[in-house]
């Protein structure tokens, strides 16, 4: 079992930034993919970014450009840089961490944290 605590989150002004993080911690032996959600109220919750094991990145169109995802192998930690944040960035915030064994996916997810931000 792997247990995700996310951090990082609060209130910020419009074109603020803010920097998530996701530590995995518990049985872990092959994390896959790390990723990013987000889910707006009264909306379905969205892919925001992804790295992969081997470094690869992919972003949501709505923040390519504005929020950097990587990742620490060592730590088993996910980051979200998040810069020119808008109000449409408000939002909680859920880390995904992907395991993968033998012919077995396991997703585990955190416990989200909150991103407003204020025009």
């Known amino acids: 079992q792997v247990q995700l605590v996310e951090s990082g989150g609060g209130l910020v002004q419009a074109g603020g930034s803010l920097r998530l993080s996701c530590a995995a911690s518990?049985?872990?032996?092959?994390?896959?993919?790390m990723r990013w959600y987000r889910q707006a109220p009264g909306k379905q919750r969205e892919l925001v970014a992804g790295v992969a094991s081997d470094g690869s990145t992919i972003y949501a169109d709505s923040v390519r450009g504005r929020f950097t995802i990587s990742r620490d192998n060592a730590k088993n930690t996910v980051y979200l840089q998040m810069n020119r944040l808008e109000p449409e960035d408000t939002a909680v915030y859920y880390c995904?961490?992907?395991?993968?064994?033998?012919?077995?996916?396991?997703?585990?997810w955190g416990q989200g944290t909150q991103v407003t931000v204020s025009s």
């Open positions: 995904n961490v992907q395991e993968i064994l033998g012919a077995f996916i396991y997703d585990y």
């Open positions: 518990g049985s872990i032996f092959s994390i896959n993919v």
